[in-house]
């Protein structure tokens, strides 16, 4: 809550010069409780960045008067480590990698789910401040990032490498709904998205080592979008 009470509202600059792409974007943004404003020309969008008062920006790839990349790389050239979701009709492998490389922290492929947008809007706010971390803790489990090891209320659970990598990804955004497309391309480095079911057998595996059957599920299903980690309520664990 903010000082008079209010909600806090997170706060988008999004930069995208095609109108009707803007306005779907920042009504559907609004209406799931951001504050967005709107700029359709590059070099505008970039003295705004540099005012240091929004939380995230979505950029388009190709703007007028100065592009998506020259602009994120003059923020990272100046310190300024805002998230980036770059937006780009461009989605061969080269295209992603400079995208990333410029400074973006994710990359979004025209034409997309706007659920697919909001997901990884709401993945880069909610990413950790300081990577360096050892140890992860989400609610009863313990996962040491040095020794390998996981537990879940003392007890050792074993995994496989892909197994701990994926685990590792859901505790480092708790609570959020994750899609299978990011668990592909941050767990199994795919940028492509293949018709496959390999995320859902993997988190099957994965919630029958971490959810005990005498223990409150913690890795739960969303129907049409994803996965989420959950911290069960204190009475249940």
């Known amino acids: 809550m903010s000082e008079s009470g209010r909600t806090y509202r997170p706060r ?18 609004e209406s799931r409780g951001f504050d967005v404003l709107a700029i359709d020309v590059g070099d505008q969008g970039l003295e705004r960045a540099l005012s240091g008062e929004f939380d995230v920006m979505v950029v388009d790839r190709m703007l007028p008067a100065l592009d998506g ?3 994120i790389e003059t923020l990272r050239a100046r310190d300024i480590r805002i998230p980036v979701l770059v937006l780009s009709a461009l989605s061969a492998v080269d295209d992603r990698v400079s995208g990333l490389k410029a400074g973006g922290d994710d990359y979004l492929t025209k034409p997309f789910a706007m659920e697919e947008l909001v997901a990884r809007i709401e993945a880069l706010l909610r990413r950790p401040d300081d990577t360096r ?7 009863p489990i313990t996962m040491d990032l040095i020794d390998r090891t996981v537990t879940r209320g003392g007890r050792e659970i074993e995994l496989l490498p892909r197994e701990f990598r994926l685990l590792e990804y ?4 708790p609570a959020q709904v994750l899609t299978r497309a990011m668990m592909l391309e941050e767990v199994w480095n795919y940028r492509f998205i293949p018709q ?6 993997h988190i099957g595996k994965l919630r029958r080592k971490v959810d005990g059957p005498d223990e409150e599920p913690m890795i739960h299903s969303i129907r049409g979008s994803g996965f989420s980690l959950r911290v069960p309520d204190a009475s249940d664990e």
């Open 69 to 71: 990349l020259t602009m």
């Open 12 to 29: 988008v600059l999004l930069v995208e010069d095609d109108g009707g792409i803007a306005r779907e974007i920042s009504e559907e943004l």
């Open 133 to 139: 971390v050892t140890v992860l803790r989400v609610g």
């Open 170 to 173: 859901l505790m480092r955004r």
């Open 196 to 201: 496959t079911n390999l995320v859902d057998v």
